[in-house]
């Protein structure tokens, strides 16, 4: 199994910055390969923010390009978010998504993992 730690949720007024960070851990964790960040406001479905593959190749929803900026270190196998100009329609939970490989040997799964999400609130 793996587990993820989300932090740095919190509030911010309009305009302003934050920086979320997701770290994975776990027995027999091997590697991660794309990673992700979704978030789910109140009464919406849940959405794909920003993606990020083992090479660093990123995709942006359409709603975040230009303001936010997703990055990995993967020597911590861990994933950041940084969010600048936040509107109050970016308020949200925000949730970190990872695909990783656990296991040993020739014994092998790959399977999504979710992280507990954080509280992400912009006042206008």
């Known amino acids: 199994q793996v587990q993820l730690v989300e932090s740095g949720g919190g509030l911010v007024q309009a305009g302003g910055s934050l920086t979320l960070s997701c770290t994975a851990s776990?027995?027999?964790?091997?590697?991660?390969?794309?990673m992700a960040w979704y978030r789910q406001a109140p009464g919406k479905q849940r959405e794909l923010v920003a993606t990020?593959?083992?090479?660093?190749?990123?995709d942006y929803a359409d709603s975040v390009k230009g303001r936010f900026t997703i990055s990995r270190d993967n020597a911590k196998n861990a994933v950041y978010l940084q969010m600048g100009s936040l509107k109050p329609e970016d308020t949200a939970v925000y949730y970190c998504?990872?695909?990783?490989?656990?296991?040993?040997?020739?014994?092998?799964?790959?399977?999504?993992?979710w992280g507990q999400g954080t509280q992400v609130s912009v006042s206008s």
């Open positions: 776990g027995r027999n964790l091997l590697s991660i390969g794309p």
């Open positions: 998504n990872v695909r990783a490989t656990t296991g040993s040997g020739l014994d092998r799964i790959s399977s999504d993992y």
């Open positions: 990020i593959t083992s090479v660093r190749s990123t």
